[in-house]
């Protein structure tokens, strides 16, 4: 298998000089799914339109090394058993490692973005859910924020390293649309930090409804996600932004972004890094976090080797809640 990534197109090479320069981002990709002059309509984005980098053993859509990272079972596809797939549980906020959390069934969209590393590169895997299929009505844009400036990052500057899948919904004609965007992890290494966050709007209106958001960041080489938590079970992926509200002293879920090495050994075995924060700054939906302390708690995952090591570094962590309605 050519693990290599393609060829970036000129709008990358623009951006690579140096950190001083890459100061970034809102990039905004208009998925416009459905419309009659969208990117599905033109066939641009198409299933298998780049090859898979990871397996898909239960095809749910969502690669195995990402299932590995969110501690799901690659090998059946509804993890948790609650009669909704995982890839339809991650774009529609519920958790698929918990049978009582359940998709609203009142929502018409639902977003997710969760990412995974391998390779030297960085995946960002987006879930965009449509009630009764592709429709013209939303939406969808991918936000990347790094470093407080920001460029327009266009679709087909990414197309040509993206993975798309279709699934089907637990109600027919509802389907799941999987983007696996493989990115450089170079990209990471000289910004430090890179939020992505995947936003559903009403097309007449542009009011955002629908907003997930995945936070990388490196350390030591390794790009990691933080995520906002308000405490209880840990666990990574899945869970609506409602259920992550900013407060005065977050905690985060700092987690590894390499496939696990042990197997599936079911919900709630395993050990992840949550750490305690203060806020030192904000602005543009994104909160600056100082790591006061980092611990090993029970929960879905593998705890961080340098979690409590981590005390004393920042976090630019992007909050979905304050870009829901605007």
């Not at 939303?138 to 390293?161: C, I, K, N, S, W």
């Not at 509802?174 to 990471?188: M, S």
Request: net charge negative; glycine share 14%; charged share 20%.
């Amino acid at each position: 298998m050519n693990d290599r990534l393609p060829p970036l197109s000129p709008s990358w090479s623009t951006l690579l000089p140096g950190a001083a320069a890459l100061t970034l981002v809102a990039v905004a990709v208009g998925l416009h799914l459905g419309s009659p002059t969208g990117l599905w309509a033109q066939g641009q984005l198409q299933p298998g339109a780049f090859k898979a980098i990871s397996l898909d053993a239960d095809s749910d859509g969502l690669p195995d090394l990402l299932e590995e990272v969110l501690w799901l079972d690659p090998d059946q596809a509804d993890s948790d058993g609650d009669g909704w797939s995982d890839s339809e549980e991650l774009a529609r906020a519920s958790d698929p490692k918990d049978r009582q959390s359940r998709p609203k069934g009142d929502d018409p969209i639902g977003v997710g973005v969760e990412g995974y590393s391998t390779n030297g590169s960085v995946h960002v895997v987006l879930a965009i859910y449509q009630r009764g299929g592709l429709g013209s009505d939303h939406l969808f844009d991918l936000v990347a924020t790094a470093m407080g400036r920001e460029f327009r990052l266009r679709p087909r500057t990414y197309l040509p390293f993206t993975h798309v899948e279709v699934v089907s919904g637990k109600v027919s004609p509802d389907t799941v649309h999987l983007l696996d965007i493989r990115l450089p992890g170079d990209l990471f290494e000289r910004c430090g930090a890179i939020s992505f966050a995947v936003i559903g709007a009403h097309a007449d209106s542009n009011v955002v409804t629908h907003a997930d958001a995945l936070n990388v960041t490196m350390s030591g080489g390794t790009p990691y996600s933080v995520g906002l938590t308000t405490g209880g079970q840990y666990a990574q992926g899945g869970g609506s932004p409602a259920s992550a509200p900013t407060k005065a002293d977050p905690s985060t879920l700092f987690a590894p972004l390499a496939p696990r090495e042990i197997p599936y050994s079911g919900s709630g075995t395993g050990k992840i890094c949550v750490q305690k924060n203060r806020i030192v700054g904000a602005g543009g939906g994104a909160l600056v976090l100082e790591v006061t302390a980092g611990s090993c708690e029970d929960g879905d995952g593998v705890c961080a080797t340098n979690c409590r090591a981590s005390a004393g570094s920042t976090n630019a962590v992007v909050d979905p809640l304050t870009l829901i309605g605007g």
